[in-house]
C-alpha cells in the first residue's frame, strides 16, 4: 500500500471531522466538552460529611431556639450575629467579620382588629411590615371591599374616610403581593383612613402574613395589615349578604430612626486566585413573628455549612469561598445594597453569586441564570449530586441580597431547586418554625450547596471560560 499523501490525508482528516461531528462528538482538535468526574471523589465525600455531621440542622435549633425571631433593628438579631461569628471563627474559617450597615428599625407593638358591625369578635391579623400606627383611640370605621385595585378605581368615590379590605385571592405570590406593597397607598389616595389586605399566602392554619409594604411619594401614609385568610373570607361572606361591616383597627407599629447592624461575612480563601470570589448567603434577619427558620434561617445555615464543610475536609479551593449573612432583606435590602458598595471594586471578581432564600427543604438541584457555557458547566457539576437526587439546573436563578451586586458586577446568579411548595404556606407567619423543615433535607441541602460551590471555586478556568 502507497503511503497516502499529504493532499489526501487532509481530505481523510475533513472528511473524518465531519463524520465525527455528524455522530455528534466534538472534533479531536477542539476542546474536550466539561466534565464534572474529576471532582465525584471530593463531592462524595462532602456529603459523607454532611450527613455524618448534621450540624446546619443543629446550628439551625441553636440559632431560633436561642434567638427567636430576629427583625432589623431588634437586640435578637445583633445577638444572632455575635454567636453566629463566634462559631463561624470556631470553624476555622477565614476573615471573619461583621461589616457594618444602618439599617430601619420599625416595631409593632401591640395591635388587633375587630369586627364592631354587624356584631363584635376579634379578627387574626398581622400590621405589615414599615406600616404607620393608628395612634392611641384606633380606627373604627366602615369596611369598603374590593377585589382588585381596577375595582378599587372604579368605586374610588366610596373609599374616603373607609377601611379599605383588598380582598384577592392568592394566585401566585408574584401576582399578589402587588395588593400588600402598593395597597395602602392606592386606597390612601382616595382618603380611606387604614387598609386591610387578605393574606398573601395560601389557606393556613388561621396564620396571618405580614410582609413589607411600600408608601409612595404623594399619598398619605396609612396603617395597613393583613387578615388571615379565613377571617378575610368571613368578612366576604357577610359583605355578600349585604351586611355593612365596621371595623376597629389598632396598632402601636412605629419606624424609629436607623440603627446600627453589619453582613456577617466569613471566607476560604483561595489557593491559585484568592481574588476571584465565589459568593453564597442568605439573610439573616427575619420577620417578628415564628422564628424565621424558614426565612431565612435555613438559608443561612446552609450556606455557612458549606464552607465549614470544606473546612472540615481540609480542602482549599482555586478561588475564594465567602459567605455572607445578610441583614435587613425584609424590611429594607440594606445589607444587599451595603454589600454592593462595600465591594463595588471587586464586583467584576464574583464569579458566581448563589442565594437560598426559598426553603432549606429538599433539594433537586439548583436554578441558574448565566452564559450558555457557565450552564453547561453547572449541570455537569450538578451531574455530581444526582446521586443524593439533586442533579436539575433549571432558569431563573436569583435572590434579593445578592441582586445589587450581581446586577453591578454582571455576576451569574444561583439559588437551589427545592420541593418547596409549602413555602408560602408558612412565609412570614407565626409559624415558620424550625419544624417546618426536615433535618436530612436541611443537611442534603448543605452538602448540595458545597459541592456545587466548591467546584465552580475550583474550576481551572473561570466559571463560563
Ligand atoms: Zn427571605
Given amino acids: 500500500m502507497p503511503s497516502k499523501s499529504p493532499r489526501r490525508q487532509l481530505v481523510a482528516s475533513i472528511l473524518g471531522a465531519a463524520l465525527v461531528l455528524a455522530a455528534g462528538q466534538l472534533p479531536a482538535l477542539s476542546a474536550e466538552p466539561f466534565s ?45 450575629f455575635a454567636w453566629a461569628r463566634a462559631r463561624m471563627q470556631e470553624d476555622g474559617l477565614e476573615n471573619v467579620r461583621l461589616e457594618p450597615v444602618m439599617v430601619p428599625r420599625w416595631v409593632r407593638g401591640r395591635e388587633s382588629a ?5 356584631f363584635p369578635g376579634e379578627l387574626a391579623m398581622l400590621g405589615l411590615g414599615d406600616s404607620v400606627g393608628t395612634g392611641p383611640e384606633g380606627i373604627t370605621a366602615e369596611v ?47 382618603g380611606a383612613r387604614a387598609v386591610l389586605i387578605r393574606s398573601v399566602g395560601p389557606m393556613g392554619l ?15 401614609r396609612i396603617p395597613a395589615a393583613a387578615l ?25 407599629a412605629q419606624l424609629h430612626p436607623d440603627v446600627a447592624s453589619a453582613n456577617l461575612v466569613a471566607e476560604i480563601r483561595g489557593r491559585e486566585r ?27 445555615a446552609v ?30 435590602l440594606r445589607g444587599g445594597l451595603a454589600y454592593r458598595d462595600a465591594h463595588a471594586g471587586s464586583a467584576a471578581n464574583h464569579v458566581l453569586a448563589l442565594e437560598s432564600d426559598n426553603g432549606a427543604f429538599k433539594p433537586t438541584g ?40 450581581a446586577l453591578l458586577g454582571n455576576i451569574p446568579t444561583m439559588s437551589p431547586q427545592t420541593e418547596n411548595d409549602a413555602y408560602f404556606l408558612y412565609h412570614h407567619t407565626p409559624a415558620d418554625t424550625l419544624e417546618r423543615l426536615d433535618p436530612a433535607h436541611v443537611t442534603d441541602l448543605a452538602a448540595a450547596i458545597a459541592v456545587m460551590a466548591y467546584v465552580v471555586a475550583d474550576l481551572p478556568a473561570r466559571l463560563g471560560e
Fill in 206 to 220: 388561621r396564620t396571618p402574613h405580614t410582609g413589607g409594604l411600600r408608601y409612595e411619594e404623594g399619598a398619605p
Fill in 274 to 300: 484568592p481574588d476571584e470570589i465565589v459568593l453564597l448567603g442568605g439573610h439573616f434577619d427575619s420577620w417578628d413573628v415564628g422564628t424565621g427558620a424558614m426565612d431565612d434561617g435555613g438559608g443561612c
Fill in 144 to 190: 369598603l371591599v374590593v377585589r382588585s385595585f381596577e375595582d378599587l378605581e372604579a368605586r374610588a368615590e366610596l373609599a374616603k374616610g373607609r377601611i379599605v379590605f383588598f380582598d384577592v385571592p392568592f394566585t401566585s405570590y408574584g401576582e399578589t403581593v402587588r395588593y400588600r406593597g402598593r395597597g395602602a397607598s392606592a386606597a390612601a389616595r382616595h
Fill in 303 to 332: 450556606t455557612w455549612e458549606a464552607l465549614r464543610l470544606v473546612k472540615a475536609l481540609g480542602l482549599r479551593p482555586r478561588r475564594t469561598l465567602r459567605v455572607v449573612l445578610f441583614t435587613n432583606e425584609e424590611n429594607g
Fill in 366 to 405: 439548583f436554578d441558574f441564570t448565566g452564559s450558555d457555557a457557565a450552564r453547561a458547566q453547572v449541570a455537569a457539576i450538578a451531574r455530581l449530586l444526582e446521586p443524593i437526587g439533586a442533579g436539575a439546573v433549571g432558569p431563573g436563578g436569583g435572590g434579593a441580597d445578592i441582586g445589587p451586586i
Fill in 36 to 80: 464534572a468526574e474529576p471532582w465525584r471523589e471530593t463531592a462524595e465525600k462532602l456529603v459523607a460529611r454532611a450527613r455524618a455531621d448534621r450540624l446546619a440542622w443543629a446550628r439551625l435549633a441553636e440559632l431560633t431556639d436561642t434567638f427567636g425571631h430576629r427583625l432589623a433593628g431588634s437586640a435578637a438579631l445583633e445577638a444572632a
Fill in 114 to 118: 375587630a369586627l364592631v358591625e354587624p
Fill in 228 to 252: 388571615a385568610v379565613e377571617d378575610a373570607q368571613r368578612l366576604r361572606r357577610i359583605h355578600e349578604r349585604g351586611q355593612r361591616i365596621v371595623l376597629r383597627l389598632s396598632m402601636e
